[in-house]
């Protein structure tokens, strides 16, 4: 299956968690053929968000630029760092490194990504937290949860991607902070992945 890397991403460092009864999605951006939705997460005082956009390019190419890890931090919002841990069947593991303001402490995460292929032709990885797989790094707050996933579907000539996620950034983070990410991390990471796929 194909190899996960750039997906992470998303995760980035100070999202918001997963939740089963939640509230409905709500539209906060739509601007430069991406919409990002946000929902409030019951026991969680970070919300979910979820960007969407449609993508010139075909499923090789798209899958070729999340696959590239350590090249994903290009366009992945607040990314620093992204290396393989792991890869094994439709399972791979990445850790990530993440930019924050002062003078909030940089986060990192590790992230399980599962790859699946529907007969449709539709490609959804599905990313999951994995916060003890690596001992704590000096000088950086472990995200303690992600819940989410890239979904990758072809539609007439073009591929409708969805970037999901909710995370517990752990550690103290600004209100003002975690509002603002959950909106620039979906926007900002399609857009960059948007660019690269769509250029000649």
């Known amino acids: 299956m194909v190899r996960f890397t750039g997906l992470l991403l998303g995760v980035a460092a100070l999202l918001a968690a997963s939740g089963a009864q939640a509230a409905q999605w709500r539209l906060v951006k739509d601007e430069a053929g991406i919409q990002v939705y946000l929902q409030q997460i019951p026991g969680s005082s970070f919300q ?3 960007g969407i956009t449609r993508i010139r390019t075909d499923m090789s190419r798209l899958l070729a630029l999340q696959d590239d890890v350590s090249a994903a931090c ?8 992204q290396r393989l841990l792991k890869h094994e069947g439709d399972q791979s593991w990445v850790y990530s490194r993440f930019h924050t ?13 599962t790859t699946t292929l529907d007969p449709e032709g539709r490609v959804t990885r599905a990313l999951h937290g994995v916060a003890d797989y690596l001992p704590l790094q000096q000088g950086f707050v472990r995200v303690s949860k992600v819940e989410g996933f890239w979904s990758l579907t072809p539609r007439d000539g073009e591929i409708e991607v969805i970037y999901q ?6 550690g ?6 975690a509002n603002s990410f959950v909106v620039d991390a979906p926007f900002n990471t399609l857009q960059g992945l948007r660019q690269l796929a769509e250029q000649p």
């Open 172 to 177: 103290s983070v600004p209100a003002w902070l």
């Open 101 to 113: 303001p002062w003078p909030v402490q940089p986060r990192d995460s590790i992230l399980r990504v």
């Open 74 to 81: 290009a366009w992945i919002h607040a990314c620093s760092e």
């Open 165 to 170: 996620v909710h995370s517990e950034p752990g």
């Open 48 to 50: 979910a968000f979820r």
